[in-house]
Antibody
Framework: EVQLVQSGAEVKKPGESLKISCQGSGYSFTDYWIGWVRQMPGKGLEWMGMIYPGDSDTRYNPSFQGHVTISADRSINTAYLQWSSLKASDTAMYYC????????WGQGTLVTVSS | EIVLTQSPGTLSLSPGERATLSCRASQSVSSNYLAWYQQKPGQAPRLLMYGASSRATGIPDRFSGSGSGTDFTLTISRLEPEDLAVYYCHQYETSPRTFGQGTKVEIK
């Protein structure tokens, strides 16, 4: 089955670091971009950035650049989104998606940042 | 950055009615690199249309997309109760990619 499976929900404190994952299966992982999308509570979708696992070419939305890092390990068909210092405003659902337009979505990872 | 503006914010219609959702871009989306997604409550988004007018796999033919340049439309020809959702347009031509703010479709 072609799918993207994301890591589970996280509860963190402000200032802590976090790395969430998105594992692809059932297709050639290195042939498609993987993008990350933020959805804050009750709000719309925001495009954060994307990576091409084949050569690790990475693009960021300037609104998120410097606050998050996108990476990938093609040996295990997994893309990552990480923070070195979380803020309360990072509380959101994070989705990964496949391709330029997202024809396949992960189930989402809920990140809660609270003291 | 290309700003996408969707209208209306909310659409309230009865089953069987026609729904017309608009997405206007702040600059031309050449090559029609415009997609539409459906997000039902508590679920991840799902691709409906890409290339402005190509239906994604498994999407019923009551969904159709049209438009070019700066004006795009998603039409649901005969609304069904399961179409209750928020619909987003998305341009994937230039970086940063952007989404519209969404149109909520309510079923009377």
């Amino acid at each position: 089955e072609v799918q993207l499976v994301q890591s589970g929900a996280e509860v963190k404190k402000p200032g802590e670091s976090l790395k969430i994952s998105c594992q692809g299966s059932g297709y050639s992982f290195t042939d498609y971009w993987i993008g990350w999308v933020r959805q804050m509570p009750g709000k719309g979708l925001e495009w954060m950035g994307m990576i091409y696992p084949g050569d690790s070419d990475t693009r960021y939305n300037p609104s998120f650049q410097g606050h998050v890092t996108i990476s990938a390990d093609r040996s295990i068909n997994t893309a990552y989104l990480q923070w070195s210092s979380l803020k309360a405003s990072d509380t959101a659902m994070y989705y990964c998606g496949r391709g330029g337009f997202f024809d396949l979505w992960g189930q989402g990872t809920l990140v809660t940042v609270s003291s | 950055e290309i700003v996408l503006t969707q209208s209306p914010g909310t659409l309230s219609l009865s089953p069987g009615e026609r729904a017309t959702l608009s997405c206007r871009a702040s600059q031309s989306v050449s090559s029609n690199y415009l997609a539409w997604y459906q997000q039902k409550p508590g679920q991840a988004p799902r691709l409906l249309m890409y290339g402005a007018s190509s239906r994604a796999t498994g999407i019923p033919d009551r969904f159709s997309g049209s438009g070019s340049g700066t004006d795009f439309t998603l039409t649901i020809s005969r609304l069904e109760p399961e179409d209750l959702a928020v619909y987003y347009c998305h341009q994937y031509e230039t970086s940063p990619r952007t989404f519209g703010q969404g149109t909520k479709v309510e079923i009377k």
